[in-house]
């Protein structure tokens, strides 16, 4: 059956329309958006059930670029403030992977209530279990098992799940540079890729790593010593972003998360190589590793989103929480289209679901957010 939402303003963020319609609607069969438009035009030929949201303004459904679900039972557990070396140190003391799948849930449809259409869960051991409850919820979803260790996979290992889901895909992601081994973290590049699936890793996030992989020395480097998870990546002399090029990890499938410590020459190359970045700056301000020069970021033009990282390193999942956090603290301007891109077209082009999410527009997933009050301020 038709139904039609109708709403005072919409950002369809769709290439070619006016950034504000007014009097919106959008006709959908619970699935996919069957056509959007002004309402004085659509109500033409529609006769069924209407849902007026009133005086909001309505974007596509957000996307969390960034997530690990796995943590959910953490909030509060670390500290803030002490860089990376100390935040790990906190987050080592809890246990981890012992999935509280209630945990899960509710961080799920809080995100969900937010306007949460889709996001990219990182799981170190759970990734099967968290892909089940996002896809009994309904929340759109990559669920990628991380890989870390410095083992060399064997001849068709399989590194995520080949399981179906209704509302996601199961993926692989690399864990870090560091953490692990170079024909580890290249053997799930080729999987992602061969599936046509995007690959997630964490790089250049904080100055442990570029000792690291630098010079494998430093006081990180030698907790992963002791645990068998230093990577031989050290000792060449070379920045992460040079590092990750020279292994050919970097393309226009690669989801680079963080890239809180790159250089102009680190971004130059990221662009030449079409790779897409994500940010989290709310949970690099709560480590305490600085902030990633996000105007140099976006104005070199690198296709750029947003996450949040885990609740084990910020206050919450709310992607309205992460703009709202950035617009307030970038020294350049954006245009409303050009911020809620961050969290919208941006990552649905960067994931490869450009086909499903990222506009509101016919044949897309009928799935909206509306704007919060304290967000229409900042963007109109």
């Known amino acids: 059956m038709t139904k039609c939402i109708r709403a005072a ?4 963020m769709t290439s070619g329309e006016e950034p504000v319609i007014k009097d919106f609607a959008m006709l959908h069969d619970q699935g996919r958006i069957l056509d959007a438009g002004p309402w004085s035009e659509l109500k033409k030929d529609f006769s069924g059930d209407v849902e007026d ?11 969390n670029a960034h997530v690990h679900l796995e943590l959910s039972h953490l909030t509060g557990m670390t500290v803030q403030g002490q860089g990376f070396t100390g935040w790990i140190k906190s987050l080592l003391a809890n246990p981890l992977y012992e999935l509280e799948t209630e945990a899960v849930r509710k961080a799920v449809l809080e ?5 949460t259409a889709f996001c990219v869960d990182i799981s170190t051991r759970n990734c099967a279990q968290v892909a089940s409850i996002m896809d009994e919820l309904g929340m759109g979803f990559f669920a990628c098992c ?23 895909r199961a993926a692989g992601s690399g864990h870090s540079l560091y953490s692990t081994g170079a024909e580890f973290l290249q053997a799930v590049k080729k999987a992602d890729d061969a599936a046509g699936l995007p690959y997630p890793i ?17 006081e990180f480097a ?30 226009q499938s690669t989801l680079a998360v963080h890239c809180v410590r790159v250089s102009e020459t680190d971004i130059i190359t990221l662009k030449q190589r079409k790779v897409n970045v994500c940010l989290c700056p709310r949970s690099n301000a709560y480590i305490g590793e600085g902030r990633a020069p996000w105007e140099k970021i976006l104005e070199s033009g690198i296709n750029t989103c947003l996450g949040t990282d885990s609740i084990a390193s910020n206050h919450d999942l709310s992607m309205w929480n992460e703009l709202e956090y950035l617009l307030k603290n970038i020294k350049i301007s954006m245009s409303p289209v050009e911020a809620l891109a961050l969290v919208t077209t ?15 527009e016919k044949g897309k997933r009928a799935v909206y957010a509306s704007v919060p009050n304290k967000l229409e301020d900042l963007l109109f």
Request: charged fraction near 25%.
């Open 346 to 360: 941006n990552s649905a082009r960067a994931l490869k679901i450009f086909d499903s999410y990222g506009s509101l």
């Open 146 to 168: 991380e890989a870390i260790g410095v083992q060399i996979p064997k001849e068709g290992a399989k590194f995520f799940p080949q399981k179906q889901y209704t509302h996601g």
């Open 9 to 12: 303003r919409a950002v369809t």
């Open 222 to 251: 030698q907790m992963l010593k002791g645990v068998g998870l230093l990577a031989d990546c050290g000792k060449k002399g070379l920045r992460p972003v040079e590092y990750a090029d020279s292994l050919g990890l970097l393309d």
């Open 111 to 115: 995100m969900q209530a937010e306007g």
């Open 202 to 218: 964490h790089m250049a996030e904080n100055a442990e790593e570029d000792e690291i992989v630098a010079a494998g020395s430093g």
């Open 53 to 63: 949201l009133g005086d909001v303004t309505i974007v596509p459904g957000l996307i």
